[in-house]
């Protein structure tokens, strides 16, 4: 079953903080965030794994709650850059995805200056 | 840098026709993937495979097949187009369980598939 993203979209203007978030309604293993820009390749960000750890991406930051089984990714002071489809990526199974993820609807985050 | 090229950025087809949608990935990664995207469901695993000659069924596969003849290759086929596959297509690979970056999907620029 697909995870569901909230909010849908978003508006924000440049330096604004925002979150998305991503809840599945099975227990979690791993969240992988990925960002598409307009016409372009969806790009790897960050991943979180069961048990706390965390790599990616050092702009933009997200946490994993086991207990919620949700995760939400925070952008904070918002660039220009920001802008595109956020999408979270999930495995409910233990051990590596290798990539075969489940991913959720997407949220638009859209950054005016 | 990774490349995972697809072969037509735009395709329109009729219905009824055989679609042949290429992806070739030149970093020698094992396990590439067909995702299909649409608006409001974000994108669905359609096939993916760990090996040559090697493919597993993802979470939407009816309509469609894939060929993994060579390890850089990995080919969907609609074997009878329908309005209803008209979608963006991608194509992603990741590298093999020794690499660090063995959890990252590399993407395709995509695929977007009009059938008439």
């Known amino acids: 079953q697909q995870p569901v993203q909230s909010p849908q979209a978003v508006i924000l203007r440049e330096g604004e903080d925002a979150v998305i978030n991503c809840s599945s309604s099975?227990?979690?293993?791993?969240v992988h965030w990925y960002r598409q820009k307009h016409g372009e390749a969806p790009v790897f960000l960050m991943i979180?794994?069961?048990?706390?750890e965390q790599k990616g991406h050092e702009k933009i930051s997200a946490s994993f709650n086991e207990k919620k089984q949700q995760s939400s990714l925070y952008l904070t002071a918002s660039q220009l850059s920001y802008s595109g489809t956020y999408f979270c990526?999930?495995?409910?199974?233990?051990?590596?995805?290798?990539?075969?993820?489940?991913f959720g609807q997407g949220t638009i985050l859209t950054v005016h200056p | 840098d990774v490349k995972v090229t697809q072969s037509s950025r735009y395709l329109v087809k009729r219905t009824g026709e055989k679609v042949f949608l290429e992806c070739v990935q030149d970093?020698?990664?094992?396990?590439m993937f067909w995702y299909r995207q649409d608006p409001g469901l974000g994108l669905r695993l359609i096939y993916f495979?760990?090996?040559?000659?090697?493919?597993e069924k993802g979470d939407i596969p009816e309509g469609y097949s894939v060929s993994r003849e060579k390890k850089e290759r990995f080919s969907l086929i609609l074997e009878s187009a329908s309005t209803n596959q008209t979608s963006m297509y991608l194509c992603?690979?990741?590298?093999?369980?020794?690499?660090?970056?063995?959890?990252?999907?590399?993407f395709g620029s995509g695929t977007q598939l009009s059938v008439l």
């Open positions: 992603a690979s990741s590298p093999p369980m020794w690499d660090r970056d063995n959890e990252k999907l590399f």
């Open positions: 099975k227990a979690l293993y791993s």
């Open positions: 979180l794994l069961k048990g706390g």
């Open positions: 990526g999930l495995t409910n199974a233990g051990g590596t995805s290798y990539g075969k993820l489940t």
């Open positions: 970093m020698d990664h094992e396990n």
């Open positions: 495979s760990y090996d040559v000659k090697m493919k």
